[in-house]
């Protein structure tokens, strides 16, 4: 085989790879000499293989490092490729959707048999019996709508998991919480895990921006510590016209604030979200950033992800910075409409959160 017809085949399977790279996805060739091709460039570490028959160039690949759920995505959209009559469902539906899938639940390809037919398991592939076939094209893929994907997973999903999920969704659809449960109970009755689904549901909040902060949420319910406000802004001392927005914040009786900041390895390597700063200046921007929190008169916590899933770890650092259980008299008190963090009386430093903002009513 002649250099020029190398080069013709380099030149196709570049310009495939690149087109896949611009829909978010990984190539899977039907071809099998494009399929023989490619992993022969694999072998030369010129092309990655995250799985059997799809394939993506390493510079994309690796810009999605810092995402596995996006890496997760790639792979199912070449997936599609490959097996184009294949409906995605469950977890896997759930992941091309966009919602937010802890990564404990990713692996398994998860696909609808829509026939009726019992259902086939393997180690990768695990078939569902599908009885509403509300199914959706998303960029020539067949997978359930969002509404039946997330009713599939909570059906199935611990309650910290669902809430992620949950929250994501109702963030999708444009849905409270409630409105999400109400949706579900109409579309899932009869369905094994029903009730489990629904009292996810019940919890969701589309202002839950993350996995992480979703998790750290589910805790905060589990363990029955008063629930904080999502995404207030706070102003900022040195430019009010850029005020910092704070995960979770909670405004105690006496006027204590408390904000809660959800850190994620995105936040600090993702250029998208550090401004292309490095690692050394992204942390001092947030050390600049929780002083400036702290001259408001507020106490930052600090959570990761890993004390986001240890409920115990969460509940030492909540008891820490004193936020109450929502039974407690101070608890209850908090979550009237009349508290300063409901939007009511201002307390008595003159802390109130209204609008989405926190302010000093004097």
């Known amino acids: 085989m002649g250099k020029g017809t190398h080069k013709a085949t380099d030149a196709r399977l570049g310009a495939l790879l ?172 009869g369905t094994p895990g029903i009730q489990r689904a629904l009292s996810i549901a019940q919890c969701a909040d589309p202002l839950s921006e993350s996995g992480g902060e979703s998790i750290a949420r589910a805790t905060i319910i589990r363990y029955g510590y008063v629930l904080p406000r999502l995404q207030i802004w706070i102003p900022n001392p040195l430019d009010q016209k850029h005020p910092f927005r704070a995960d979770a914040i909670w405004i105690l009786l006496d006027g204590t604030i408390i904000i809660c900041e959800v850190d994620g390895i995105e936040k600090r390597i993702n250029p998208e979200m550090t401004g292309g700063l490095d690692l050394a200046r992204v942390f001092a921007k947030e050390r600049q950033r929780e002083a400036l929190l702290t001259a408001v008169g507020a106490k930052v916590m600090r959570v990761s992800f890993s004390d986001a899933w240890d409920g115990q770890k969460l509940c ?13 008299p101070e608890g209850l008190a908090m979550r009237r409409e009349s508290s300063a963090m409901m939007g009511g009386v201002p307390a008595p430093n003159g802390a109130v959160i209204r609008n989405g903002r926190l302010k000093f009513e004097r």
């Open 18 to 189: 690149d087109e896949a790279s611009r829909r978010g996805s990984c190539l899977g060739p039907r071809n099998r000499n494009d399929r023989a091709a490619l992993s022969r460039r694999v072998e030369k570490g010129l092309v990655v293989s995250p799985y059997p028959g799809v394939y993506a160039s390493p510079s994309f690949w690796n810009s999605l490092s810092y995402k596995p759920e996006q890496q997760e995505r790639a792979i199912l959209l070449g997936i599609a490729m490959l097996h184009p009559s294949w409906v995605f469902c469950h977890v896997s539906a759930a992941i091309i959707h966009g919602l937010n899938v802890p990564y404990r639940m990713h692996g398994a390809i998860h696909v609808a048999n829509l026939n009726g037919s019992s259902s086939r398991q393997s180690k990768q592939v695990v078939r569902h019996r599908i009885r509403r076939s509300q199914i959706e094209w998303f960029g020539g893929i067949a997978l359930t709508s969002p509404l039946e994907t997330t009713l599939e997973c909570l059906c199935d999903s611990g309650f910290r998991e669902g809430l992620s999920i949950a929250d994501s969704a109702a963030r999708l659809l444009g849905l409270s919480g409630s409105e999400l449960r109400d949706k579900l109970s109409d579309l899932g009755k």
């Open 316 to 328: 030492q650092l909540l008891d820490a910075y004193g936020v109450p259980k929502a039974n407690s």
